[in-house]
C-alpha cells in the first residue's frame, strides 16, 4: 500500500496480538506494584480516539473502525477491524495514517479492501475514548510483551458514557504462550476478567442503545464458515473460539442478572462440550478430561440460575391468568428468594480465578494448538484429515441415535425421552456447527425439523424441571403456598395436554427429512 497524504504515507496492515482484561480500578493501582514490573518504569500517556462513520454505519457494517488518535502533539488515523481477523487467534488487523489535523479522512485508506467507494463521504463523530496509559515493556523468558494500564471512559457525542479499566498484553516480540503465563501471574493478584471487545466495539454497542437502555447486550452464536476441505483440528479451533467467543459475549449480561445472557452462556457451553466431543479423537485424553470438566462445573454453575429462570416465567405465565390470586403470590415470593440466591452463587462462580484460568488456558490452547501430540501418527493422521468427512461421519451417529429414539418414543418413559431430548439437541447443535459446508438451504429445512420437536420437548422438561423446584419449595412452606403450586401444577398439566398430541406428528416428520449430508451406501 503506498497511498499518500499530506501527513505522510498510509502504513500496511499491522498484525496485532494482544489480549485485554477489565479490572476493578482498585485492582490498577496493586497490579503496578508487582515484583515482575521492577526495574522497568511506567511511562504515562493522556490518550483521545474519536470514531467516526458515516451516517448509514458504513464502516460498522464491514466490520470495520475509523479513528482519529491524539497523543501530545502526534495525531493518527486508523482503521482497524471490530473484530479479530478469522484465524483462530486474537489477532486485529490495523492500518495507520499521520495526519496533519484532528479531521478524519478516508481517502488516505481507500485502498484497504472494501474502503475505497466510501472515500469522501460524509463523516459523523460517534464516540471518544480518552484514557490514561501507563505502559510498560517486559521481556520474560526472551518475549517483549507491552503491559498497558488504561483508565478513562468512552462517551458518545450525546453525553452517554461508560468506565474503561483495564489492562492490555500485546505481544512485541517471541512466542504468545508467554502472553498467556503473564497474564496468569496477574490474575493471581487480581480480579481479571477477559475482554474480547475492542474499545471501539464497546463504543459502538454504547451508541446503539437507547439512552434508557442501561442493560449488557446478548449475542447468539451465530454461523462459522467452514470449508469442506479444511483440516480437521483447523476447523476445530475455529468451532471452539466461537464457543468461547460467546460464552465472554454474554457474561456481562449474565452478571447483571439478565436471564438471556445466562440462557445464552449455558447455550456456549453445550455446543462446547458438542464440539470437544466431535472432535475427541484429535484430543489427548487429559486435555479433553480437563475441558469437559471445566464446562460442566461452570455449566452446573449456571444451572440453578436458569431453572429459577424458567420456574419463574412459568408461574408468571399462571399468575397472568390468576392476578388477583394470595397463594400464587405467595409461591412466587418465596421464588423470586430461591431465584436471588441462585444468581449470587452464579455470580460468585463468574467471579473467581477458575472463570479467569479456564478462559486463558482454552485460548492458549487454541493459539497454540497444544493438543498436539509429538510422534503420535495416529493423532497427526487425525489433525490434517479434512473436516468434511469427519462431519458426514459425526452428523450420521447422531442421526442414527436420533432415530432410535424416534422410533421407540410411544414406549419411552421420562428417562428414555431425556435421553431422546439430548440426542436431538446434540444432532441440532452438530447441523449447526458444519451447516456452511452443505448446502444452506436443505440445513435449514432439516434443522426447523429439528427446532420443532426440540421445542416441545424442551417444554416438557421444563415442567418436568419445575415440578421438582415446587417440591423443593413447598416442603418446607405454608399450606397457603401448596395451594398456589397447585395452581402451577394444573397449568402445567393443561400444557403438557397440549403438547403431547403433537409429538407423534412432529416424529414422523423428522422421520421422514432427508438427510443433507452424503450417507454410507
Known amino acids: 500500500m503506498n497511498a499518500k497524504n499530506p501527513g505522510g504515507a498510509v502504513s500496511a496492515a499491522e498484525m496485532r496480538y494482544a489480549l485485554s482484561f477489565a479490572v476493578p480500578a482498585k485492582d490498577l ?12 518504569k511506567l511511562a504515562p500517556h493522556r490518550i483521545s480516539t474519536t470514531y467516526y462513520d458515516t451516517p448509514e454505519l458504513a464502516l460498522k457494517a464491514r466490520a470495520m473502525a475509523l479513528a482519529v488518535r491524539q497523543e501530545g502533539r502526534s495525531v493518527v488515523e486508523t482503521l482497524e477491524a471490530l473484530e479479530p481477523s478469522s484465524s483462530d487467534n486474537g489477532e486485529r488487523p490495523v492500518w495507520q495514517a499521520p495526519l496533519n489535523r484532528a479531521t478524519p ?34 521481556e520474560p ?14 462517551r458518545t457525542a450525546d453525553g452517554r458514557k461508560i468506565p474503561v479499566s483495564e489492562i492490555e498484553l500485546e505481544l512485541e516480540q517471541g512466542n504468545p504462550q508467554a502472553v498467556f503465563a503473564l497474564a496468569n501471574a496477574l490474575n493471581a493478584t487480581a480480579r481479571l476478567r477477559v475482554e474480547l471487545r475492542s474499545m471501539a466495539a464497546r463504543g459502538y454497542d454504547l451508541a446503539a442503545r437507547s439512552v434508557h437502555d442501561k442493560a449488557p447486550l ?89 431453572n429459577w429462570d424458567v420456574f419463574a416465567e412459568l408461574v408468571g405465565r399462571v399468575g397472568k391468568a390468576f392476578p388477583a390470586d394470595e397463594d400464587l403470590k405467595a409461591l412466587a415470593r418465596a421464588m423470586a428468594r430461591e431465584k436471588r440466591a441462585a444468581y449470587a452463587a452464579m455470580r460468585r462462580a463468574l467471579a473467581t480465578r477458575r472463570y479467569t484460568e479456564f478462559s486463558l488456558r482454552l485460548m492458549g490452547w487454541i493459539e497454540t494448538r497444544s493438543w498436539r501430540r509429538s510422534g503420535a501418527l495416529d493423532a497427526s493422521i487425525r489433525q490434517t484429515a479434512v473436516v468434511g468427512k469427519l462431519a458426514d461421519a459425526v452428523l450420521e451417529k447422531r442421526y442414527k441415535q436420533a432415530k432410535k429414539g424416534a422410533k421407540a418414543f410411544d414406549r ?15 444432532l441440532r447443535y452438530a447441523a449447526d456447527s458444519f451447516s456452511s459446508i452443505y ?32 417440591r423443593g419449595l413447598t416442603q418446607r412452606r405454608s399450606a397457603r403456598m401448596a395451594r398456589g403450586a397447585a395452581l402451577v401444577r394444573g397449568w402445567c398439566g393443561r400444557v403438557a395436554s397440549e403438547i403431547e398430541p403433537r409429538l407423534g406428528k412432529r416424529i414422523r416428520q423428522l422421520r421422514r427429512a432427508k438427510p443433507f449430508w452424503p450417507r454410507p451406501a
Open 412 to 426: 419411552l418413559g421420562t428417562p428414555g425421552r431425556h435421553r431422546f431430548r439430548i440426542a436431538l439437541k446434540k
Open 105 to 138: 479522512d478516508l481517502a488516505p485508506l481507500a485502498e484497504v479492501d472494501g474502503i475505497g467507494d466510501l472515500a469522501g463521504q460524509r463523516l459523523k463523530k460517534l464516540f471518544t475514548c480518552r484514557v490514561r496509559r501507563d505502559r510498560i515493556v517486559i
Open 218 to 306: 446478548t449475542e447468539r452464536f451465530g454461523q462459522v464458515e467452514l470449508r469442506r476441505r479444511m483440516p480437521a483440528e483447523d476447523a476445530f479451533a475455529v468451532l471452539l473460539k466461537r464457543c468461547h467467543a460467546h460464552l465472554l459475549a454474554n457474561d456481562r449480561a449474565a452478571l447483571a442478572g439478565d436471564e438471556e445472557g445466562v440462557h445464552q452462556m449455558r447455550v456456549a457451553l453445550r455446543r462446547m462440550r458438542v464440539v470437544l466431543r466431535q472432535f475427541k479423537s484429535l484430543l489427548p485424553p487429559e486435555q479433553l478430561a480437563w475441558a469437559v470438566g471445566e464446562v460442566k462445573w461452570l455449566a452446573a454453575s449456571l444451572g440453578k440460575a436458569r
Open 439 to 470: 448446502r444452506s438451504a436443505d440445513v435449514r429445512r432439516y434443522i426447523k425439523r429439528l427446532q420443532a420437536l426440540q421445542d416441545d420437548l424442551g417444554e416438557l422438561n421444563d415442567i418436568a424441571t419445575s415440578e421438582r423446584l415446587i
Open 141 to 154: 523468558d526472551g518475549a517483549a510483551i507491552a503491559l498497558s494500564f488504561d483508565e478513562g471512559t468512552i
Open 29 to 40: 493501582a496493586r497490579l503496578k506494584q508487582l515484583d515482575l514490573l521492577r526495574g522497568g
